[in-house]
């Protein structure tokens, strides 16, 4: 029997051989051109920086970690806090947390709304949701201009009205990056949200409402609690690439209202502070992973409270 | 407090109006834009009448063409080698009881979805502008690396789906007629698996033709794929004939992802 065993093993080991070899190539792209790079970028943040660009290779500097939220006063050159930079990360904070609410409350009505159609038709409306989804950014954002620009189309429709004479200025100000980044991540909420209340049993909501609960009630106390996953997954996927937007603010914000991707790709082009680029991408990505945690515990916590 | 007949369990009051709103302010930008592709007047502020002249003016303009030309042949061959690595990926990672390492390959196959884009941007640029500097090399082979890597998780998802649903019984009877494995595999596997792979390949297609922000750092002097053209375009005064290239671009996402519906749809 022993032999049997061995030859078992010996089968296994092979097995286990190949799939380290053919996973091989996707590893190694992946390593090469996403992973590597980023503890190259690590070790750039903690270097001086080149005069014109790039690092002083190998010279070890704090500077680029300190200047994320210190800056040295020009005139009396005392260390205070970089006010720009404690603005463009409050700016992309509280931008995230409001293109999230806004997601929520025009996504899950509509994720509500395709999730009751008959079955028939309810593929169509998800279809008409995925669309605008697989379609590029930045041709979603440029659209988004056409709305809101000077000459574009709701002031246009407003001034022909005759509710205002002069157009609104909504380009070039937070609004335009909170109106687009909502209009850009609204799949990313409807699509899982539709997920899970697809799921919903209405048996349960049918109960509430033997028991008088009114509508508002059901709602509250029924259909929001069971499709919290949902809920929590959409957030998740708008939060996290909001904190990372670059093109929508590049485009919406005009280079007025700046937000953290766009101020990382300052210090990589007119800044010329390449560890203060590099810290402030790891800062970014500190923060994606916190957000991330958060999702994963209330995900075993959902999950080990309905098991 | 007797329940009205009419009663439906599942109406929400006001949701239809927003979903019906959220419908429509998903498509009212899309549409503008279309309109003002074929708006005969010079700028965006006028219309003067449909017109095809900024489709002909744009197709006419070399930069465009240049820059569409290498959009297309980077995505095809960052979507080919992407397939390839996920294909051979996830018959790695699929029908296994779990070993050491499994959770790491995850980990690093999904890695690109998870860091944000600018991140892995800026992370490349340093990189590979050193490289530049020690290899004289500044061609496209960066781009097309840059872009196999964030491809796979992408094409990726299908082709494990459809592995992990897969019924194992046609392979063992392959094995039971003395197929060899790559037989087995060539023959029974590989048949089973091509809609996955097609659709992995348009995913992976879609989603290098649409990148932007990794291709603006890594891109080198006068590589500018369609994205990146219109980034700089945008910048500028904008004419209507941005607007044109968004147009057809949009045609041709539109066109890609209904063919990867129904090519996922249809089921053997």
């Known amino acids: 029997m022993a032999s049997a065993s061995e030859t078992a093993r010996a089968a296994d080991a092979k097995d286990r051989r190949s799939r380290w070899l053919l996973s091989a190539p996707a590893l190694l792209i992946i390593f090469v051109a996403a992973v590597g790079p980023l503890f190259v970028m690590f070790a750039y943040s903690f270097m001086e920086k080149g005069d014109y660009g790039d690092v002083k290779f190998g010279i070890f500097s704090l500077d680029g970690w300190s200047s994320v939220l210190l800056a040295r006063d020009i005139f009396d050159d005392t260390l205070g806090f970089a006010d720009a930079h404690l603005t463009i990360f409050w700016r992309s904070i509280s931008l995230s947390f409001y293109t999230t609410l806004l997601t929520l409350f025009f996504g899950f009505p509509t994720a509500y709304f395709i999730a009751t159609r008959p079955a028939t038709s309810r593929e169509i409306w998800v279809f008409l949701v995925t669309i605008p989804f697989w379609t590029n950014l930045l041709i979603r954002t440029f659209a988004m201009q056409q709305v809101i620009r000077n000459e574009g189309l709701v002031n246009t429709a407003l001034i022909s009205v005759g509710i205002i004479d002069r157009p609104l200025q909504i380009m070039n100000t937070d609004v335009a990056i909170l109106l687009g980044m909502t209009y850009v991540y609204l799949p990313l909420m409807v699509l899982p949200l539709y997920a899970s209340i697809e799921k919903l049993d209405f048996k349960l909501v049918e109960a509430g409402y033997d028991l008088y609960a009114s509508r508002w009630q059901v709602l509250r106390r029924i259909v929001i609690p069971l499709v919290k996953p949902g809920i929590v997954a959409g957030s998740i996927l708008v939060f996290i690439p909001s904190l990372g937007a670059y093109v929508i603010p590049r485009v919406l914000g005009g280079g007025k209202s700046m937000m953290l991707g766009n101020l990382i790709e300052l210090q990589f082009g007119a800044g010329r502070n390449w560890p203060l680029g590099a810290a402030i991408s790891i800062t970014l990505m500190a923060l994606v992973m916190i957000a991330l945690l958060i999702y994963v515990r209330n995900v075993s916590r959902t999950e080990s409270g309905h098991g | ?268």
Not at chain 2, 3 to 26: C, E, H, K
Not at chain 2, 71 to 88: E, N, Y
Not at chain 2, 112 to 121: A, D, F, K, N, S
Request: proline share 5%; charged share 15%.
């Open chain 2, 1 to 268: 407090m007797a329940r009205r007949r009419n009663f439906d369990i599942r109406v929400q009051p006001g949701f239809g109006l927003i979903a019906l709103f959220t419908f429509f302010s998903l498509y009212l930008p899309i549409a503008a834009l279309v309109a003002y592709s074929v708006n005969a007047a010079d700028s965006l502020s006028r219309w003067d009448g449909l017109s095809l002249r900024w489709f002909i003016s744009a197709w006419n303009n070399q930069a465009v063409q240049d820059a569409s030309i290498r959009s297309l042949i980077l995505a095809a061959w960052a979507a080919t080698f992407a397939t390839i690595a996920a294909t051979m990926a996830a018959l790695a990672t699929t029908r296994t009881p779990r070993y050491p390492g499994l959770t790491l390959k995850y980990a690093f196959i999904n890695q690109p979805l998870m860091v944000p884009e600018i991140v892995t941007g800026v992370a490349l640029l340093i990189v590979f502008s050193r490289i530049k500097v020690w290899t004289g090399y500044s061609g496209l082979g960066y781009l097309i690396l840059a872009h196999t890597a964030f491809c796979i998780p992408f094409a990726y998802l299908p082709i494990r789906a459809r592995l992990e649903n897969m019924d194992l019984t046609l392979e063992s009877a392959a094995a039971d007629l003395y197929a060899t494995p790559w037989r087995t595999f060539r023959r029974v596997t590989l048949p089973l698996l091509r809609p996955a792979i097609i659709a992995g390949f348009m995913l992976a297609f879609v989603i290098s033709l649409d990148d932007v922000v990794i291709t603006e750092f890594v891109k080198s002097g006068g590589q500018d794929t369609l994205p990146t053209y219109m980034l700089g375009q945008l910048r500028r005064e904008t004419s209507p004939e941005i607007n044109a290239i968004a147009t057809v671009f949009l045609a041709l996402s539109v066109a890609l992802v209904t063919l990867f519906y129904f090519v996922n749809r249809r089921r053997p």
